[in-house]
Structure formats: structure tokens, C-alpha cells
């Protein structure tokens, strides 16, 4: 064999199994056809997050303005695309020296399976490893809608060479990346976002309390919402791309409407990235594409295993991090099991919201007993001194012995706060460890003890719950 483990994918599941590969003795090599880093890196978390960078100041101007800072904000799209390669780029770099300073082979190619030993790149070299890693990850899925070849409608991978902010734009999507992108583009400075989603809120795979948190908030930034409704078709009309919405099956939405914009984002969701890897041969189990794993990602195929986004899981970086982590320690003699109730949900908006575990709906549903608590935001003194006490703090707790099920978090600093109760999960906390815990004063993490309190009524700084 020529490697202990062979990597196929350098994303976030691939790159770091390869450094625990090396961290654990086994020699390691990652194919990659593409960039490491993965999308993530490159056409992902990344490039947005170095674009929502640039909202905050504008979004904030008029706050700072108040706090007696008189700020003037101009937009130069060139140069904040450029800064985003170049961040882009310095993580790009910093993968690579991480993998060559533990003697992580880096091999660039498609693989494509000969046998479960054994992969051949590019039609001509093979590697052979004890145990294969499939991590190649998703790719965007365009849903079935007349004209959505047409020039002007983009996936997610169009934001990142924008030439021009559009003057108006309709995003199919009403998800994390559909909410950032709106987020994005209407400040700065389309003059009109419209957000189309299927279903009858925003964020539907998360509580209820966000969907409603994240439409109030997009609302005032002047964004338009328009839920229980499909594009079912686009074509190019004198003012750009027209689209013809019809009401979701089994609403009550009004009838057809059309309307006409520059541009169209489609975030409707990914698929999974396996054409042409050769699994099926092998014996490996599919669903709709997704690579069948149990917790250990283990596929049916003893010698291979599969990490990421690609065995459909979790479609998240750090997901798939530990994932990858995982796949590489169960292969050199661990048991470890993945745990997705333990990893957060994140919609890095303006404010933002998180989640992770269960919220009250869910614990409901799996028959639990529970009991929450809320912290109006408003009530934090360090929220108000930021000037912006939008958003709460809520706790579900098991009812009996009040161990920490989940939370949710809308506001500020939610994608740090967050982490701090998946950790308590992790550790089986409840709510009474989480009032003993000494949070600083003043800080947003001290919302995290009012709302544990609040689970039994007690939060100090709290006259009445009023976030449902």
C-alpha cells in the first residue's frame, strides 16, 4: 500500500483528516481536483463572510452617528472583491503549509475508484491505502424551472464576481445563504431584494422564534419576503429577467404574480458531489446521490469512509471538521460516533441568528417533557451599549432534571454565544450549572445565565418573557 489513509477531497472534511491522520502516525495523502479548502474556503463561508465584513460598517453608520461618531460610508465593490481573494487566498496558503509541515502528501487530480483499495487519478497514476476517505463534498442543485439557463440567473458561486451591485435582484431561497446574500446585496445598495421561498417561513429547518426574528428584522432593512411561493418560470423581458411566482401546492398565497428584476440568485440547495467516483461497483450504498453512512462514517464497504457534505448528514464546514476527525480516528481503532444535535446552526445576518440541539417543537415531537427560557436582549446592558438590544436568548430544557436540550439566539454575537451552549450539551450541563457559571459583567454572553434563570421564571433583569 502506498498510504495508511487516502484522502479524496481537500475541504474542510478532507484537509483536517488528513492532519489527524498525521497527528495519529498514519501516513496520509489528499487528492484534489480543484482548490484546497474546499467550497467552504473558496466560493463559501469565506468569501461571504469577508463581504458581511463590509455591510457591518455600513449598516452601522447611522448607529455610530448617534453615538456621536459621524461616519461616512462609499462602497468600491472592486476592492472589496479583491480584499475577499486575498483573504481567500491567505487560508488557501495556510491549508496548504499545514498539510506539508505534518507530510500530508498533497496529490491535485480527479480520483476515480479502481477497486476499495485503490483509486486511479487523471486515467493514469493509482494510489493504494489501506483506507479511502471520500470527502468531495456538494455542489450547487438547480431545481426544474423554465429559463433558469438564462444569462442574469446565478448560483451561490455568482456573488463572488459580481461586476456591479444589480439595482434589483430576486433571490430563490429563503435559507442561510438566501437571507446573507439579501443581507449583502441590499446593503450595498440594490435598491430592490426580493427573497422567494417555498415554504411558509424562513429558515424552516430552524425555530420558529428565528423565521419570525429574521422576516421582522429583514423587513426593516427594506427587503422584501415573499413566502409559500415558487418561481415557475423565468425569461428575459426588456427589464432584465421576468418571473412568473405561483403559490406553493396547498397555501392559501394569492394567484400568479410576475415580476421583473436584473438579476436572479438560485440557493435553493445542494447535491451531493459523487458523479464519476465509481462507489456503486464497489458495493457502496447510495441515496439520491449521498454516500450511506452510520455515525462512525463508516459506508458498507469496510476499507472506505465518507465525511462531509458528500454523505449528507450535516451540509456544514465545522460538520464536517469533525467528521473528518472522526472517520480518520475509527479507522485507526477508535469508536467514535458523530453527534449532529451537537453542532450548531448559524445565519450570519444582520443581526444574526443560531441555533443548535432541539428546540421546543422538536423535543415535543420526540415526546420529551420540557420547559424554556427567554432573555430579551434588550435587558442586557452590553447590547444596549453596542446600541443594537435587538434579539433573545432561549433555553430548552429537559422539565425534570433541566438538562440542556438546545437553544436558540437571535442578535448580536449569536455565532460566538451559540457555542457556548452546544459545549454544555456536550458536557450533559443543566440549566442550574449554567447559573452557577460566572458569565463577565457587562458581556452578552451574561444572557446565557438570565436565560437559564428564565427557564424557572427567575431571570433578574427580565419583567415579562415577550419573545414567544
Given at each position: 500500500?502506498?498510504?495508511?489513509?487516502?484522502?479524496?477531497?481537500?475541504?474542510?472534511?478532507?484537509?483536517?483528516?488528513?492532519?489527524?491522520?498525521?497527528?495519529?502516525?498514519?501516513?496520509?495523502?489528499?487528492?484534489?481536483?480543484?482548490?484546497?479548502?474546499?467550497?467552504?474556503?473558496?466560493?463559501?463561508?469565506?468569501?461571504?463572510?469577508?463581504?458581511?465584513?463590509?455591510?457591518?460598517?455600513?449598516?452601522?453608520?447611522?448607529?455610530?452617528?448617534?453615538?456621536?461618531?459621524?461616519?461616512?460610508?462609499?462602497?468600491?465593490?472592486?476592492?472589496?472583491?479583491?480584499?475577499?481573494?486575498?483573504?481567500?487566498?491567505?487560508?488557501?496558503?495556510?491549508?496548504?503549509?499545514?498539510?506539508?509541515?505534518?507530510?500530508?502528501?498533497?496529490?491535485?487530480?480527479?480520483a476515480k475508484f479502481v477497486d476499495r483499495f485503490t483509486v486511479r487519478i487523471n486515467e493514469r497514476e493509482t494510489v493504494s491505502a489501506r483506507f479511502m476517505l471520500?470527502?468531495?463534498?456538494?455542489?450547487?442543485?438547480?431545481?426544474?424551472?423554465?429559463?433558469?439557463?438564462?444569462?442574469?440567473?446565478?448560483?451561490?458561486?455568482?456573488?463572488?464576481?459580481?461586476?456591479?451591485?444589480?439595482?434589483?435582484?430576486?433571490?430563490?431561497?429563503?435559507?442561510?445563504?438566501?437571507?446573507?446574500?439579501?443581507?449583502?446585496?441590499?446593503?450595498?445598495?440594490?435598491?430592490?431584494?426580493?427573497?422567494?421561498?417555498?415554504?411558509?417561513?424562513?429558515?424552516?429547518?430552524?425555530?420558529?422564534?428565528?423565521?419570525?426574528?429574521?422576516?421582522?428584522?429583514?423587513?426593516?432593512?427594506?427587503?422584501?419576503?415573499?413566502?409559500?411561493?415558487?418561481?415557475?418560470?423565468?425569461?428575459?423581458?426588456?427589464?432584465?429577467?421576468?418571473?412568473?411566482?405561483?403559490?406553493?401546492?396547498?397555501?392559501?398565497?394569492?394567484?400568479?404574480?410576475?415580476?421583473?428584476?436584473?438579476?436572479?440568485?438560485?440557493?435553493?440547495?445542494?447535491?451531493?458531489?459523487?458523479?464519476?467516483?465509481?462507489?456503486?461497483?464497489?458495493?457502496?450504498?447510495?441515496?439520491?446521490?449521498?454516500?450511506?453512512?452510520?455515525?462512525?462514517?463508516?459506508?458498507?464497504?469496510?476499507?472506505?469512509?465518507?465525511?462531509?457534505?458528500?454523505?449528507?448528514?450535516?451540509?456544514?464546514?465545522?460538520?464536517?471538521?469533525?467528521?473528518?476527525?472522526?472517520?480518520?480516528?475509527?479507522?485507526?481503532?477508535?469508536?467514535?460516533?458523530?453527534?449532529?444535535?451537537?453542532?450548531?446552526?448559524?445565519?450570519?445576518?444582520?443581526?444574526?441568528?443560531?441555533?443548535?440541539?432541539?428546540?421546543?417543537?422538536?423535543?415535543?415531537?420526540?415526546?420529551?417533557?420540557?420547559?424554556?427560557?427567554?432573555?430579551?436582549?434588550?435587558?442586557?446592558?452590553?447590547?444596549?451599549?453596542?446600541?443594537?438590544?435587538?434579539?433573545?436568548?432561549?433555553?430548552?430544557?429537559e422539565k425534570k432534571y433541566g438538562l440542556v436540550l438546545g437553544a436558540s439566539i437571535a442578535g448580536e454575537s449569536a455565532y460566538e454565544l451559540i457555542s457556548v451552549?452546544?459545549?454544555?450539551?456536550?458536557?450533559?450541563?443543566?440549566?442550574?450549572?449554567?447559573?452557577?457559571?460566572?458569565?463577565?459583567?457587562?458581556?452578552?454572553?451574561?444572557?446565557?445565565?438570565?436565560s437559564a434563570w428564565a427557564v424557572d421564571g427567575l431571570s433578574q433583569h427580565t419583567i415579562k418573557n415577550s419573545i414567544p
Amino acid at each position: 500500500m502506498d498510504y495508511d489513509i487516502c484522502i479524496i477531497g481537500g475541504g474542510p472534511a478532507g484537509y483536517l483528516a488528513g492532519i489527524r491522520a498525521a497527528q495519529l502516525g498514519a501516513t496520509a495523502a489528499v487528492i484534489e481536483m480543484d482548490e484546497l479548502g474546499g467550497v467552504c474556503t473558496n466560493r463559501g463561508c469565506i468569501p461571504t463572510k469577508s463581504m458581511l465584513e463590509v455591510v457591518t460598517p455600513i449598516l452601522s453608520a447611522a448607529r455610530w452617528n448617534d453615538m456621536g461618531l459621524e461616519v461616512h460610508t462609499k462602497l468600491n465593490l472592486s476592492q472589496v472583491l479583491a480584499r475577499t481573494r486575498d483573504v481567500v487566498g491567505y487560508i488557501r496558503a495556510g491549508i496548504q503549509s499545514l498539510l506539508d509541515a505534518r507530510g500530508v502528501h498533497v496529490i491535485r487530480g480527479k480520483a476515480k475508484f479502481v477497486d476499495r483499495f485503490t483509486v486511479r487519478i487523471n486515467e493514469r497514476e493509482t494510489v493504494s491505502a489501506r483506507f479511502m476517505l471520500v470527502a468531495t463534498g456538494s455542489i450547487p442543485a438547480l431545481p426544474p424551472i423554465d429559463g433558469i439557463g438564462l444569462d442574469g440567473v446565478v448560483t451561490s458561486d455568482g456573488m463572488f464576481t459580481l461586476q456591479q451591485v444589480p439595482e434589483t435582484v430576486a433571490i430563490i431561497g429563503g435559507g442561510a445563504i438566501g437571507i446573507e446574500y439579501a443581507t449583502i446585496l441590499k446593503a450595498f445598495g440594490a435598491r430592490k431584494v426580493v427573497i422567494i421561498e417555498f415554504m411558509d417561513r424562513l429558515l424552516p429547518l430552524m425555530d420558529p422564534g428565528l423565521s419570525a426574528f429574521e422576516k421582522v428584522m429583514l423587513e426593516d432593512a427594506g427587503i422584501e419576503v415573499v413566502l409559500s411561493s415558487k418561481a415557475a418560470a423565468l425569461s428575459a423581458s426588456n427589464k432584465g429577467i421576468r418571473m412568473d411566482l405561483q403559490p406553493s401546492p396547498g397555501t392559501a398565497q394569492a394567484g400568479p404574480q410576475k415580476l421583473d428584476v436584473d438579476k436572479v440568485f438560485v440557493v435553493t440547495g445542494r447535491k451531493p458531489n459523487t458523479g464519476d467516483l465509481g462507489l456503486e461497483p464497489l458495493g457502496i450504498s447510495l441515496s439520491k446521490g449521498w454516500i450511506d453512512v452510520n455515525m462512525a462514517m463508516r459506508t458498507g464497504v469496510d476499507s472506505i469512509y465518507a465525511a462531509g457534505d458528500v454523505n449528507g448528514i450535516r451540509l456544514l464546514a465545522h460538520a464536517a471538521f469533525h467528521q473528518g476527525m472522526i472517520a480518520v480516528e475509527n479507522m485507526l481503532g477508535a469508536r467514535k460516533v458523530f453527534e449532529p444535535v451537537l453542532v450548531p446552526s448559524v445565519v450570519y445576518s444582520k443581526p444574526p441568528v443560531a441555533q443548535v440541539g432541539m428546540d421546543e417543537t422538536a423535543a415535543q415531537k420526540a415526546g420529551m417533557d420540557v420547559k424554556t427560557g427567554v432573555f430579551d436582549l434588550a435587558g442586557s446592558p452590553m447590547a444596549l451599549v453596542h446600541g443594537d438590544p435587538s434579539g433573545f436568548v432561549k433555553i430548552v430544557a429537559e422539565k425534570k432534571y433541566g438538562l440542556v436540550l438546545g437553544a436558540s439566539i437571535a442578535g448580536e454575537s449569536a455565532y460566538e454565544l451559540i457555542s457556548v451552549i452546544a459545549a454544555a450539551m456536550a458536557g450533559e450541563i443543566t440549566v442550574d450549572e449554567l447559573r452557577r457559571t460566572v458569565f463577565a459583567h457587562p458581556s452578552l454572553s451574561e444572557s446565557i445565565a438570565e436565560s437559564a434563570w428564565a427557564v424557572d421564571g427567575l431571570s433578574q433583569h427580565t419583567i415579562k418573557n415577550s419573545i414567544p
